[in-house]
């Protein structure tokens, strides 16, 4: 053991209520398969339902406790519905992870407005849907942890991505003044930011090879990030080897926001 580190049961979500939304597919698929292996029942939400039924499906074969369910991010009244029920199933939630985005990459210039309402309705209305019906569960419950999922974007832009990255800067300020209000409350909100993943959300980039090449070679470690890189560090700030960690973003981007350039000057 680390000296100083807490016992390995720290990171462990034994009998701990999950709500997974985005569960169906990429990032979402992985944090459920994740949190159900560290002993978490997961509650596999996704607006594609037989995708997190397969999921949960999976996890339940590989002796894990899950469920699944469809839920639109954009109806607060459905967001609200699932997290109700799955509180009065089990008495209780203790993990809300919120990983569903869209993304329309084109310039300034050329976005419609439906294009703009489609990506800041399921971007910024529906992450702060799930964080309010969670929030407001695990308040009067006085525990909980929340994960948010931001970007890189939030942060760096390229041309294509000004809606977007509106969008994941707007989740982290979400996530901040989620952890102040329901920290005194014993709930704890963190935002996650990835790099390039290779999910369905990359599909365009990663047909496009000199594209693909280009996003590998920004990344300190030279490629791609897998799913399971991302559901890691999203179990770490649920669990309570996090537990003094609130209104923080983890970077989760092989060092693509560590570094401004790829020369390497003489002699190093």
């Not at 339940?60 to 899950?66: L, M, T």
């Not at 300034?108 to 209305?125: F, G, I, M, P, T």
Request: with cysteine; net charge neutral; aromatic share 6%.
């Amino acid at each position: 053991m680390i000296p100083g580190m807490r016992d390995q049961a720290a990171f462990r979500l034994d009998g701990r209520v999950a709500a997974v939304i985005g569960a169906g597919s990429g990032i979402g698929e992985a944090v459920a398969e994740a949190c159900a292996g560290q002993g978490a029942r997961v509650a596999c939400f996704d607006a594609d339902e037989p995708r997190a039924r397969a999921v949960a499906e999976r996890i339940g074969v590989a002796g894990g406790a899950a469920e699944s369910g469809c839920l639109d991010l954009r109806d607060r009244a459905a967001v609200d519905a699932a997290l109700d029920a799955l509180r009065a199933r089990h008495g209780r939630l203790d993990i809300a992870v919120c990983t569903p985005s869209i993304n329309v990459r084109k310039p300034v210039l050329a976005y419609s407005e439906e294009e703009v309402d489609r990506v800041l309705s399921l971007n910024l209305k529906g992450n702060f849907n799930l964080l309010r019906a969670a929030g407001r569960i695990m308040t009067a419950q006085r525990s909980g942890a929340i994960v948010l999922f931001s970007s890189i974007r939030g942060v760096v832009v390229e041309p294509g991505q000004s809606v977007y990255a509106a969008t994941k800067a707007g989740i982290v300020q979400m996530a901040r003044a989620a952890a102040a209000e329901f920290g005194p409350h014993g709930v704890r909100v963190n935002a996650v930011a990835p790099g390039v993943v290779d999910t369905p959300l990359t599909a365009q980039v990663k047909a496009d090879k000199q594209w693909y090449d280009a996003y590998a070679a920004k990344s300190i470690l030279g490629r791609w990030a897998r799913p399971e890189e991302i559901a890691g560090p999203t179990v770490f700030l649920v669990s309570d080897a996090a537990s003094y960690i609130t209104g923080a973003v983890l970077f989760v981007d092989g060092g693509w926001t560590a570094v401004d350039g790829r020369f390497t000057p003489p002699g190093m």
